[in-house]
């Protein structure tokens, strides 16, 4: 749940109300009505997450990098995401795990 919640703030997002099924009900800037997110378990809300942060994401044999840093950090820092074959779940991973650092180190 902390994961979620520093990877809703580094995307702007105010959760409004948590699922007990998992993810939140959130809102945004440009839109108030909540509406739900759960990157966690939705490919296409991770990947909106990646793209709204500029987080380049790729692949090695048995892992997802996906690195959080800013433009004109000077190190890397990433996180990995062993995939087990289950390489869409360890991307789903590897993008909230990079988003909530990301939000820690801001």
């Known amino acids: 749940m902390e994961i979620l919640k520093a990877a809703a703030a580094a995307a702007g997002l105010r959760i409004s109300n948590w699922r007990l099924a998992g993810g939140a009900y959130v809102t945004s800037a440009t839109r108030r009505a909540p509406f739900r997110w759960d990157p966690e378990n939705d490919s296409g809300q991770a990947l909106e997450l990646a793209a709204l942060l500029r987080m ?20 890397w820092r990433v996180e990995f995401g062993l995939h087990d074959g289950h ?20």
């Open 56 to 75: 380049p994401i790729w692949y090695e044999e048995s892992a997802v990098v996906a690195d959080q840093r800013k433009c004109g950090d000077l190190g």
């Open 87 to 106: 390489r869409d779940r360890a991307t789903r991973q590897a993008i909230l795990k990079a988003a909530a650092k990301r939000k820690a180190m801001a």
